[in-house]
């Protein structure tokens, strides 16, 4: 900590990001290009290395955060960079991609209005708590890591001439495929889609983050002697026992993208998807792959059923697609903007009203004239659609609901619809029948393929990491995963093993 009382001096301050009229006009990420490197220093001084680091506990990877922001405070890009990559293989994903629950846990995010603080200290009572912008400090190592031209591959010294092969190739798939490559084992990911990445390719908008940060570590793992084998479907076409016997070990990080539907009468009407059918189309676009999506938003009404972050993300590439109108329904009622002590007490994550960078574009461009705030309609359930004689959806029919989901007398009103986005979550891995998880015989959990708690499944030698047994999490998750299963590859493979677990498979984010 080079100013111990950096917290009490300077204000958070997050990462500018560009004006709403201008970044809706393109698909490049929100922010400000270089806005950090000047203000993130005293940003990372804010830290007061509190002892006890919360943040350090509530992040899933076990990120050193204290340390590395110490290291940023004086100025040591190297070494703060070895000291993040030592427990996250991707910081450039998580710097963009997490909604950092390691902020919640920052001492700095304690809400003054709900504590009493020790005399002398009243000076420090902010309108809002104001943890350290620890996700900021990631991103601005990793980048300029990376600008510094210190990520290079780093091939193993020797090989132990065992294999493994990797089912998918997200976050938590590619973790493993490091970490194991690293280890000295021979690894090829398998991936159905034409190129690799998961949803970090075919799902989260570019807005949130840009391919060239996928590409740059993809180009690193080849360089280290990870290969990969895409547009290959393990379960048909490539069978699982083919991967069995070919291979010492294999891991399935293959998601969890099977998607909640919606049972109301209508739904059968044309106009109305998922998320996840409207979402990679538009990534398409965005690779050169179409001109036009085959489900573009322009000039239409659209309502997104669904009030979470797959949610926000339609919301903010239907506006980048110039819709007519964009709703977004959530069924919850609005939360409040302040911690709610006595349901999620500090250090937890709590649920608090935020205003993504979607969120803020559609409510500077007034896309949702009936919004409560910003696009989105609280506590407003589907009713059912109607559409016109060609079959097409036209109207959705919504009601108020109290917190119990009782409908509100009265309440009832249509939204006009000519696109329809449902974003209701998912109920894990796919499960196609005849497909890998049936050839594999493996079983399954309320969220997803059943392991135990070293990641291995009842088969010997299959393992599942991320989603696939997590069910839809985050990315932070997934790599946190995809690290501990490959050491317990490793140790499965030789017996022994030096790669770090930073979770097990049951682990839950902190709570109550
Ligand atoms: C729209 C959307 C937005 C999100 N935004 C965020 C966010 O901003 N921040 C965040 O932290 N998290 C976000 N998430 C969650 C996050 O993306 C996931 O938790 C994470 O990607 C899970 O990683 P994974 O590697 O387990 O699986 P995935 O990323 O789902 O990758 C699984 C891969 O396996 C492949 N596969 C499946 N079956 C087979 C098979 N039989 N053979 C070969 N390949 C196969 C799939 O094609 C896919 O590429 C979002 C999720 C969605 C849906
Ligand atoms: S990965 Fe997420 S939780 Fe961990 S330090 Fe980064 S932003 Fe925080």
Redesign the pocket.
Same mark, same amino acid.
């Given at each position: 900590m080079a100013d111990p009382k950096g917290f009490l001096t300077t204000p958070r301050q997050e990462a500018p990001r560009r004006p709403v009229e201008e970044r809706v006009r393109d698909w490049d990420e929100v922010y400000v290009p270089g806005g950090l490197l000047p203000i993130i220093s005293g940003q990372a001084d804010r830290c007061m290395d509190c002892g006890v680091p919360f943040c350090h506990d509530a992040c899933p990877l076990g990120n050193l955060i204290p340390e590395w922001n110490d290291l940023v405070a004086r100025g040591d890009w190297r070494a703060a960079s070895e000291r993040l990559h030592a427990t996250n293989n991707f910081p450039e994903f998580t710097g963009r !991609?997490? #909604?950092a629950p390691c902020e919640a846990g920052c001492v700095l995010a304690i809400d003054p209005a709900n504590r009493a603080l020790p005399p002398g200290l009243e000076t420090a009572r902010a309108a809002d708590p104001a943890p350290v912008t620890i996700k900021n400090v990631e991103l601005a190592i990793a980048d300029r890591a990376w600008q510094d031209g210190s990520v290079t591959p780093r091939p193993p010294e020797r090989l132990t001439g065992r294999t493994v092969a990797v089912? *998918?190739? $997200? #976050?938590?798939?590619l973790a493993a495929a490091q970490q194991l490559t690293r280890a000295g084992h021979t690894v090829a990911v398998? %991936?159905? /889609?034409d190129r690799p $990445?998961? @949803? !970090?390719?075919y *799902? +989260?908008p570019a807005f949130?983050m840009e391919r060239r940060h996928l590409d740059r570590r993809l180009e690193q793992l080849t360089g280290e002697g990870v290969r990969f084998r895409t547009s &290959? %479907?393990?379960? =048909?076409d490539v069978s699982a026992a083919d991967l069995r016997a070919r291979y010492d070990a294999v891991v399935l990080? +293959? $998601?969890?993208?099977a998607w909640r539907d919606l049972d109301v009468p209508g739904r059968e009407l044309a106009g109305i998807h998922q998320?996840?059918e409207y @979402?990679p189309l538009a990534d398409r676009v965005c690779q050169g792959d179409l001109a036009v999506s085959p489900l573009d938003a322009s000039g239409k009404h659209v309502v997104i059923v669904g009030g979470g /972050? &797959?949610g926000a /993300?339609c919301l903010g590439t239907a506006v980048r697609q110039r819709a007519a109108s964009v709703t977004q329904l959530d069924i919850y009622a609005m939360p409040d903007e302040r911690r709610r002590e006595e349901v999620d007490p500090w250090p937890t994550y709590p649920k608090v009203y935020r205003l993504s960078a979607a969120h803020e574009e559609a409510g500077a461009l007034g896309t949702a004239p009936a919004a409560d705030a910003d696009a989105r309609l609280f506590a407003a359930s589907t009713l059912r659609f109607t559409g016109d004689a060609e079959g097409h959806v036209r109207q959705l029919h919504l009601v108020e609901v109290d917190d119990a989901r009782r409908p509100r007398p009265g309440t009832e009103r249509a939204l006009p619809a000519d696109l329809v986005l449902i974003a209701l979550g998912?109920h894990g891995p %796919?499960r196609t029948p005849g $497909? @890998?998880v049936e050839q594999l015989g493996l079983g399954a959990t309320a969220r997803g393929i059943a392991r135990d708690a070293a990641f291995g499944t009842d088969v010997p030698g299959v393992f599942v990491? *991320? /989603?696939?047994g997590r069910g =839809?999490? !985050?990315?932070?998750?997934?790599i946190a %995963? *995809?690290r501990s299963a490959a050491a317990s590859v490793d140790r499965w493979l030789t017996g022994s093993t030096r790669l770090p677990a930073p979770v097990r498979a049951h682990d839950r984010p902190m709570s109550v």
């Open positions: !991609l997490c #909604p089912v *998918g190739s $997200g #976050p938590a798939g398998y %991936e159905r /889609d $990445g998961g @949803l !970090l390719r *799902g +989260i949130k &290959t %479907e393990v379960g =048909q990080a +293959i $998601g969890a993208t998320a996840m @979402l /972050d &797959t /993300d998912f %796919e $497909g @890998l990491a *991320g /989603d696939a =839809q999490s !985050l990315v932070v998750w997934a %995963e *995809g």
